[in-house]
């Protein structure tokens, strides 16, 4: 499986496409929000010479992010970032899905510094915080150059393993009951270190494969066919995820192939709604797992599943093969694309207006902090995923839609998976 460095290189270029990077001109407002934040500048003005090492210590028991109520609106929070500089610290940038890169404020007179956001109550996201000395380091790879966990906030993802950020949850984050082992719960099995060759491709594409508890042979099984498929054991837990869901009866056993890897050189090319990537799928892969596994010949019992690109390639291969594809899992799917030339973004919207209605299953789902612009195009993830929604609303296509409060992560995706999968699977 990928080291952590790998995954965490493309997690970060996950949320760069969503986040907007801070000039190194933009100093932040050295006035805080925050009532906390506010009371000690008060102390401090006061003369009072052990307020800020009383803070410091009330901080490190009570843990960081530091949220606040919002005055008159109890469905938000104000989120406050803390870090703890020293006589060298010249800035702090905070990076993540709510902030993009930007930089903390500087409390006069004190060692701290700081940042507050308004969001949801219920949100959930990832965040990393990148110190530095001298001038303002320039340009994304120099700022992350310097970034770390937030020291006061023990919550991390993956929570397993080599964490690669921290987590900010609010006070009413949704649960997420089917990401640990449960007690009792048989467990299936996964058979990884494959290769699937390929004639499309021209090359080999990892697979690892996942059989539910008493998988048989003489019974037939519904096909979960995952893009990034080392994402979704690393970042997120599919295996524990399947056997959780199948022993409480929400979910029928399924045989899963989890193909790709994040971190490939040929992630891009492969997930852009490549129809050579479409073809290896539909006449490859699919063949292959069919003789290899117990698995179903009706396309109603295969569900095509990804996140970002992979959200978009599952679509696009779907479209090109409804014949052999029923169901469509996207997580935060990459739906501004276009092709190269396209003077028109959301290409699949279109496809999905124009044509016929197909005999597709939708599930999508999209943060509500992914309304930044993608890349260098004024589309945003959140928007197009909505007007996709829409368009299957209209065309009446079997869908559900979701939105979660929070960003384009695997820290979200991990928790919503789950719904896509109960919905597309029910009995």
Not at 379 to 408: K, P, S, W
Request: glycine residues 10%; proline residues 9%.
């Amino acid at each position: 499986m990928p080291g952590p460095k790998a995954i965490l290189g493309v997690c970060c270029l996950l949320l760069s496409l969503l986040s907007g990077c801070a000039s190194a001109a933009e100093e932040p407002p050295g006035i805080p929000e925050s009532p906390r934040l506010i009371a000690l500048a008060a102390r401090v003005r006061g003369g009072d010479a052990a307020a800020v090492g009383k803070f410091w210590e009330e901080i490190a028991k009570q843990g960081t992010p530091l949220a606040e109520p919002v005055p008159g609106d109890g469905r938000l929070v104000r989120v406050t970032f803390l870090w703890r500089g020293d006589p060298g610290t010249r800035g702090v940038f905070l990076l993540g899905s709510l902030s993009g890169e930007t930089l903390l404020a500087h409390l006069d007179g004190t060692d701290v510094w700081f940042r507050s956001y308004t969001v949801r109550k219920d949100a959930r996201f990832n965040y990393r915080l990148a110190p530095f000395r001298g001038s303002v380091p320039e340009g994304p790879e120099k700022i992350r150059k310097t970034a770390t966990f937030d020291p006061l906030n023990s919550r991390r993802h993956p929570p397993t393993g080599k964490p690669l950020f921290s987590v900010a949850e609010m006070p009413d984050a949704p649960a997420l009951p089917w990401i640990v082992p449960r007690p009792g719960a048989p467990r299936g099995a996964v058979k990884d270190g494959m290769t699937l060759r390929s004639a499309f491709l021209k090359g080999g594409r990892p697979v690892a494969v996942y059989t539910p508890p008493g998988y048989d042979a003489e019974r037939t099984y519904p096909l979960l066919i995952v893009f990034d498929g080392s994402a979704y054991r690393d970042l997120i837990p599919l295996p524990v995820i399947l056997d959780n869901l199948i022993a409480a009866g929400r979910i029928p056993p399924v045989v899963a192939v989890l193909a790709g890897r994040i971190e490939a050189d040929e992630r891009e090319s492969d997930l852009s709604c490549s129809r050579t990537f479409s073809r290896f799928v539909a006449e490859e892969l699919l063949p292959w797992a069919r003789k290899s596994y117990r698995v179903t010949a009706e396309p109603g019992g295969v569900i095509l599943a990804g996140s970002s690109l992979g959200g978009l390639a599952a679509t696009c291969a779907a479209l090109e093969r409804p014949d052999l594809f029923g169901n469509v899992l996207s997580q935060s799917g990459a739906f501004w694309w276009k092709p190269e030339g396209d003077a028109r973004f959301e290409w699949v919207n279109r496809q999905l207006a124009d044509r016929p209605r197909l005999p597709l299953r939708f599930y999508l789902d999209v943060g509500s902090l992914e309304a930044r612009p993608v890349k260098d195009n004024e589309i945003d993830l959140y928007g197009a995923n909505h007007r996709l929604a829409d368009t299957l609303r209209t065309r009446g296509y079997d869908y559900l839609f979701a939105e979660f409060a929070g960003g384009h992560s695997y820290v979200n995706w991990q928790g919503t998976i789950s719904d896509g999968l109960v919905f597309l699977l029910k009995r």
